[in-house]
């Protein structure tokens, strides 16, 4: 018996050993596999205009078309998810950096389920722009919808009360209606859509500028592509001012200029506004546009890109321009897609950093790689 019991734990010593060889041989390779990941996945210390651009979990981020909200000291990148290809087969993301280099994926935070069929899939979901309404409390999205070739070319809007969302979708809209000629005549030069005089005029690129004084204005390409509206927001941000009135609370800036693409922003007193060429997928030399105030008169400063490809804008369409962090005030980022239109998944993004001298002639230079 006493054989027994001492072969029994001889065998249980041998056991123990053995187990505790297995884990330690597990720690071992867990440690080694931690080390290789925190070696891939290190802090980004620099922007390289151009180039794959990854999050925190490593994954490719998408946002494209999109625009970046401050809140505390938290930025949100909102854009399209392209990695299903081109159509609105996901919905829009949300990233969230504290230094803008380093991204978190919050997720799909309006899913192409919460739009109208007809803007899924193969419809669009465009150039999300969100701003805080300090009155509401509420995270304001509005966006793009395109379907049937640009005929279905309509404003969405959603609302959440968290910056990473849920948003709920609200409706969707064309703003004003506006007769400038669609009926014919010497003012029509281009076609527009069929149905602008009963459903209002086209509604396409666009963005969101939230002032100092918390009013909020919708800039959007209209008359199908040819003038760029500019309207005051109601104190909510969830529709237009109303009544509507001409270079009252909405002007037609731009006519007949064929700019897409409005990238808004404010410096020294004057309102900037990137916007590029109507050229769809390929670039095309970019234009900036300064105005005394959002509802004036807007005149052409030209072509801010110097140096090489200034006439393709480095390869980029104009989507945001932020102030740039930790610099002092009339210094700014150009945030720009380099689209890949046959492959949309593979477009990537071009941030450039730029300065607004005294005269307001923009200069964006290429830089290769940058940092704050």
């Known amino acids: 018996m006493q054989t027994l019991i001492k072969q029994m734990n001889a065998d249980n010593i041998s056991r123990l050993i053995k187990n505790c060889a297995v884990v330690f041989c597990l ?201 760029m509206y500019i309207s005051l927001l109601n104190a909510d941000y969830e529709a237009i001012a109303t009544p509507a009135v001409l270079n009252k609370t909405w002007v037609r800036a731009l006519p007949g200029a064929f700019r897409e693409a409005p990238a808004v922003f404010k410096a020294d007193g004057w309102y900037y506004m990137f916007t590029s060429g109507t050229t769809g997928w390929k670039p095309n030399p970019a234009k900036v546009y300064r105005a005394k105030t959002m509802l004036g008169k807007w005149e052409d400063m030209g072509n801010p890109c110097a140096g090489d490809e200034q006439q393709t804008s480095f390869r980029s369409q104009p989507t945001c321009v932020i102030p740039a962090p930790g610099r002092s005030a009339g210094n700014f980022i150009y945030m720009g897609d380099r689209w890949v239109g046959e492959a949309l998944a593979q477009s990537t993004y071009v941030w450039l950093p730029f300065s607004v001298p005294a005269d307001g002639n923009i200069r964006l230079q290429f830089y290769k790689e940058w940092s704050f």
């Open 27 to 227: 720690i071992t390779a867990g440690t080694a596999l931690h080390a290789q990941v925190s070696t891939t996945l290190k802090p980004i210390t620099k922007i390289t205009p151009g180039t794959v651009w990854k999050d925190t979990n490593g994954e490719v981020i998408e946002a494209h078309g999109g625009g970046i909200m401050q809140q505390g000291n938290i930025y949100y990148w909102y854009g399209e998810n392209h990695a299903k290809g081109e159509g609105n087969k996901t919905g829009i993301s949300c990233y969230s950096s504290k230094d803008l280099l380093n991204w978190h994926n919050e997720g799909v935070v309006l899913p192409k389920e919460a739009l109208p069929v007809a803007f899924r899939d193969s419809g669009a979901c465009e150039r999300p722009k969100v701003i805080y309404n300090d009155r509401t409390k509420k995270y304001v999205m509005w966006m793009h919808l395109v379907a049937r070739g640009h005929l279905e070319a309509d404003a969405g809007i959603a609302v959440a009360d968290q910056p990473a969302g849920p948003f709920k979708y609200l409706y969707k809209t064309r703003p004003i209606r506006y007769n400038y000629g669609y009926r014919g005549g010497s003012a029509r030069t281009y076609v527009g859509d069929p149905e602008e005089e009963t459903k209002g005029n086209t509604f396409r690129d666009m963005t969101l500028f939230k002032d100092s004084d918390n009013k909020a204005y919708v800039i959007y390409a209209s008359e199908d592509n040819a003038t």
